[in-house]
């Protein structure tokens, strides 16, 4: 670990897992000095080809791959350590294998903080909740990375929102919010890089003000951190993330 270049790895399961909760905060560290690594687990084969379709179900791991490029460039971060594992099959592939496979990216790029899903995976996606419990195995076995944070939704803006398919968390438990205001475009542009998903998500017909407030802010649970590491936390991290 070195205080003049603070490292965030970010565990995520699918093509644009990265950018529609997160990507703002993800953009706004980029730009203070952060190095952003992303790793993600699979191609994404098993989601939408978009509506109307934009590719055959063929093309589609090809297309969101290209699409995960598109928005780590528009957010600034570091291109992504993509794996091929198979999309809604995560649980059914051994762990001690995936697990390695993620302890030799955090060998390559020593992150102090990792940002991964919550225990209810946010959507309740199988892939989601096994990627976050892999990813605190991984903080709870590699003592040199200080913090883990997990992407939220607070109740309160689930039920303004009325979206009780998430799986929001009680507000007293959200560590951080993010006002992504001064990345918007930013954040936009790397949502219309999943062309693929966004055309199919039912945010992408609501109003201006729904659509702002869903995205414009972004929440965060520090789900475990080391007190013993906290002095080895940069400045630019203590700031935007603690």
Request: hydrophobic letters at 40%; charged letters at 20%.
């Given at each position: 670990?070195?205080?003049?270049?603070?490292?965030?790895?970010?565990?995520?399961?699918?093509?644009?897992?990265?950018?529609?909760?997160?990507?703002g905060?993800?953009?706004l560290?980029?730009?203070?000095?952060?190095?952003i690594?992303?790793l993600?687990?699979?191609?994404?084969?098993?989601?939408?080809?978009?509506?109307?379709p934009?590719?055959?179900?063929d093309?589609?791991?090809?297309?969101?791959?290209?699409?995960l490029?598109?928005?780590?460039?528009?957010?600034?971060?570091?291109?992504p350590?993509?794996?091929?594992?198979?999309?809604?099959?995560?649980?059914?592939?051994?762990?001690e294998?995936?697990?390695?496979?993620?302890?030799?990216?955090?060998?390559?790029?020593h992150?102090?903080?990792?940002?991964?899903?919550?225990?209810?995976?946010?959507?309740?996606?199988?892939?989601?909740?096994?990627?976050?419990?892999?990813?605190?195995?991984?903080?709870?076995?590699?003592?040199?990375?200080?913090?883990?944070?997990?992407?939220?939704?607070?109740?309160?803006?689930?039920?303004?929102?009325?979206?009780?398919?998430?799986?929001?968390?009680?507000?007293?438990?959200?560590?951080?919010?993010?006002?992504?205001s001064?990345?918007?475009?930013?954040?936009l542009?790397?949502?219309?890089?999943?062309?693929?998903?966004?055309?199919?998500?039912?945010?992408?017909?609501?109003?201006?003000?729904?659509?702002?407030?869903?995205?414009?802010?972004?929440?965060?649970?520090?789900?475990?951190?080391?007190?013993?590491?906290?002095?080895?936390?940069?400045?630019?991290?203590?700031?935007?993330?603690?």
């Amino acid at each position: 670990m070195t205080r003049d270049t603070p490292v965030l790895l970010a565990v995520f399961a699918h093509p644009d897992d990265e950018t529609f909760r997160p990507g703002g905060t993800l953009a706004l560290l980029a730009r203070s000095g952060v190095k952003i690594h992303l790793l993600t687990l699979t191609h994404g084969e098993g989601g939408s080809c978009g509506e109307p379709p934009l590719c055959t179900p063929d093309e589609l791991p090809g297309v969101r791959k290209r699409e995960l490029h598109c928005a780590c460039v528009a957010l600034g971060i570091q291109p992504p350590h993509l794996l091929e594992y198979p999309d809604g099959h995560l649980a059914q592939i051994d762990a001690e294998r995936i697990i390695a496979e993620i302890l030799t990216v955090v060998r390559q790029v020593h992150p102090q903080v990792l940002l991964t899903f919550g225990p209810d995976g946010l959507s309740g996606h199988p892939d989601h909740i096994i990627v976050g419990q892999w990813t605190t195995e991984i903080f709870n076995r590699v003592e040199e990375i200080a913090a883990l944070y997990t992407i939220a939704v607070p109740q309160s803006l689930a039920n303004r929102l009325g979206m009780h398919q998430l799986h929001a968390v009680p507000d007293d438990s959200i560590a951080l919010g993010v006002d992504v205001s001064e990345v918007w475009e930013t954040k936009l542009a790397a949502m219309r890089c999943h062309a693929t998903q966004w055309s199919s998500s039912p945010m992408a017909g609501t109003s201006e003000e729904r659509f702002r407030l869903f995205f414009g802010r972004e929440y965060f649970v520090r789900a475990a951190c080391r007190d013993a590491y906290a002095d080895f936390l940069p400045a630019t991290l203590q700031e935007c993330l603690l």
